[in-house]
């Protein structure tokens, strides 16, 4: 498990929690980052906003927020195991 933050373009990942206030965690659901919700890094230059798809929809989230949305990585061929956690 890891933060949404490291995850490179191109790479997917299945949402497992969001850390922070209720605030913050009703606003992450309310865009569609919910538990067990796949996600892909759309683009992450290591500084800046990440942009990532989820439910199809295309989000711009800040590092910090992004950094409180652990995901598991998930490796070409390797959903169904993931999917288990």
Known sequence: MVPLTALN????????????????????????????APVEMRRNH???????????AQVA????EASHI?????EEGDAASNEKH
């Open 9 to 36: 373009p191109g790479q997917t990942g299945l949402i497992h929690q969001l850390r922070g206030g209720h605030r913050f965690v009703s606003r992450l659901a309310a865009l569609g980052f919910t538990p067990g």
């Open 46 to 56: 290591g500084f800046g906003p990440l942009i990532v798809a989820v439910r199809g």
């Open 61 to 64: 989230l800040g590092r910090g």
């Open 70 to 74: 652990l995901v598991y990585v998930q």
